[in-house]
């Protein structure tokens, strides 16, 4: 419990934020692999993200944790879009400081986490790992979910 309350002390915020930022991950949050080719990406394999209308809880998470907004803008009358997203390290503290407060997405950040810890490596785990977070699906796949 010492080490969470000096994680908070660092990223210098509290638990409160913490549960809000969770809230906003478990509902309008993702937790994917990016996949290169056929290859998994060795760097910054694994991204989260959380994407809404409203722009500034975005800022508050990245003002805490780091990582990018994008903007999307869409057509009228829709609101542009906002995305935050973070890779690596930044989404492990996150899904590290997150995690307590999680329902829906408890088990895929265990997954994300286990994941994290397999570092640059290939192994056969890291492999199973990541398509339980994130399947890959082949054109027939695709074709075949629509």
Not at 77 to 98: I, M, Y
Not at 137 to 144: F, R, V
Request: aromatic share 10%; glycine share 6%; with cysteine.
């Amino acid at each position: 419990m010492e080490d969470r309350a000096f994680t908070l002390e660092l990223l210098r915020t509290n638990e409160t934020e913490i549960a809000y930022l969770a809230g906003l991950f478990d509902g309008e949050g993702s937790v994917v692999i990016v996949w290169v080719g056929r290859q998994l990406a060795l760097y910054g394999g694994l991204r989260i993200a959380i994407e809404m209308t409203t722009p500034e809880p975005l800022r508050f998470a990245q003002r805490i944790f780091g990582g990018k907004i994008y903007v999307t803008e869409r057509y009228s009358p829709h609101k542009p879009l906002s995305h935050w997203s973070l890779c690596g390290a930044k989404a492990s503290v996150f899904l590290r400081a997150v995690e307590p407060y999680l329902i829906v997405k408890h088990e895929k950040t265990n997954l994300a986490l286990s994941f994290l810890a397999y570092g640059r490596t290939q192994s056969p785990r890291k492999r199973e790992l990541a398509e339980l977070i994130t399947p890959r699906q082949t054109k027939n796949q695709n074709d075949i979910a629509r």
